[in-house]
């Protein structure tokens, strides 16, 4: 190839099209997101978290009768896995909570005897076992670093009110139970992202979910990516007060610090889900009676559209909710990983049956053929 034929260079594959997907659509130019055809804001507003977990993996929301059998399942695979607990209790608490979910994956997976088969039905059984034991992993891992003991699941309770309860043992005010809800169907699934595409590259070899799911959470770990909700919250704490925000950002942009919880590879005016966390962090700060935190928020968002004009993202009204709710920080991005699970093996089931695998060029610039 001479030189003037050089291929373009897609660095970050920004604005390429690798696939086609029938699990969602992210459109920047009508600034809306869809799974399976019906608007996010839709579902946020009227479907539990199962319905949705159910929707991007069938395609269609369940019945009545097929919710009922979903919800029943779920709830039978909600206690943590005795191995599983064991390994995390030989975890050091100064772990990153990730490395913990990523541990506790695979080991659910090594625990599998049907971790090799992969047909559609044992990918989906894979799948809702995953969906329903994150939650008591996640709240597991939070409570051994405070010096508590496991909570077990309640069956009666559905699975956002289940999650608050194994975290904080006791089911909090329904603000903070829609509010939380809303956040894991906002946060469930985004077409292409670093981490579902990390899933499908792996699904793409025919190797399993369960190891599918493992390089998810590595790429979701990263702050540019699941790991920016936790980020924000520092960037809260390290602020603190409304009147120091264009100070501290000042200081920042001039250090050529990325912003967390701003920007978006693909929104460009913006991301068509913070509307929406956005009114339920508005939800929390008025239950919890603080004002404080959302002038801080409403300061430092309209400073960075009067600098650089990049508007937030989904971790931006995130991080302060899931901290109103009382996690703690570093268990944000835990929590949209136990989310961001149905998507994943939604589209990890999709990426198997389309039975293609995924192999990009590069352009070699290293030394020419020399010899020894
Ligand atoms: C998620 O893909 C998905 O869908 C992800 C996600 C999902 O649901 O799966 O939506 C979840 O990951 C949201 C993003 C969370 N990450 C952060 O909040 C980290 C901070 N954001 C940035 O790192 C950045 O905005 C990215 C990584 C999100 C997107 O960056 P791009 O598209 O690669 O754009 P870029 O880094 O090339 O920036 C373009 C310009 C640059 O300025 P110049 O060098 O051209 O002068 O905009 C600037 C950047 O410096 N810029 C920022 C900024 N984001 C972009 N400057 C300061 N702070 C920022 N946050």
Redesign the pocket.
């Known amino acids: 190839m001479s030189e003037q034929e050089q291929p373009a260079i897609h660095k970050?594959l920004?604005g390429v099209v690798v696939d086609t997907t029938a699990i969602s659509s992210?459109n920047p130019e009508t600034n809306s997101l869809l799974y399976r055809g019906y608007p996010v804001q839709e579902l946020a507003a009227d479907c539990s978290f199962e319905e949705v977990a159910y929707l991007l993996w069938h395609g269609e929301l369940p019945t009545d009768d097929a919710l009922l059998v979903f919800e029943a399942t779920e709830r039978e695979n909600r206690p943590l896995d005795p191995t599983v607990k064991r390994v995390i209790d030989d975890l050091p608490l100064t772990a990153h909570p990730m490395d913990v979910v990523r541990t506790a994956v695979s080991v659910i997976g090594a625990d599998d005897p049907d971790a090799e088969v992969s047909t559609p039905e044992s990918n989906l059984g894979k799948s809702v076992r995953l969906f329903a034991q994150l939650p008591s992993v996640v709240a597991y891992d939070q409570r051994r670093r405070q010096g508590l003991e496991l909570v077990e699941p309640h069956e009666e309770l559905d699975y956002a009110e289940n999650f608050l309860y194994m975290t904080f043992g006791e089911v909090p005010d329904p603000v903070v139970v829609d509010a939380f809800r809303v956040s894991l169907i906002l946060?469930a699934?985004?077409?292409?992202?670093?981490?579902?595409f990390t899933a499908r590259v792996i699904a793409s070899t025919l190797s399993d979910l369960y190891s599918a799911v493992v390089g998810a959470v590595g790429a979701?770990k990263g702050?540019?990516?699941?790991?920016?909700?936790e980020?924000?919250m520092h960037v809260f704490d390290e602020i603190g007060t409304a009147d120091r925000a264009e100070e501290w950002l000042d200081a920042a942009?001039a250090e050529?610090?990325?912003?967390?919880?701003?920007?978006?590879?693909?929104?460009k005016n913006g991301?068509s889900?913070v509307p929406t966390m956005k009114a339920a962090l508005d939800a929390l700060v008025e239950h919890y009676d603080r004002a404080d935190l959302l002038e801080l928020y409403t300061t430092l968002e309209n400073a960075?559209g009067e600098r650089?004009n990049?508007k937030p993202?989904?971790?931006?009204p995130s991080g302060p909710a899931y901290s109103l709710m009382g996690f703690a920080t570093e268990t944000f991005t835990p929590l949209?990983a136990a989310a961001?699970v149905t998507g994943w093996t939604a589209h990890v089931m999709e990426q198997l049956a389309s039975n293609s695998l995924i192999r990009p060029l590069s352009l070699y610039d290293g030394p020419a053929e020399r010899h020894l």
């Open positions: 970050g920004a992210v946060y699934e985004h077409s292409f992202n670093a981490s579902t979701l702050p540019l990516h699941g790991g920016a909700n980020a924000v942009l050529k610090r990325k912003i967390m919880g701003f920007g978006h590879r693909v929104y991301d889900r960075m650089k990049i993202n989904l971790d931006y949209f961001r």
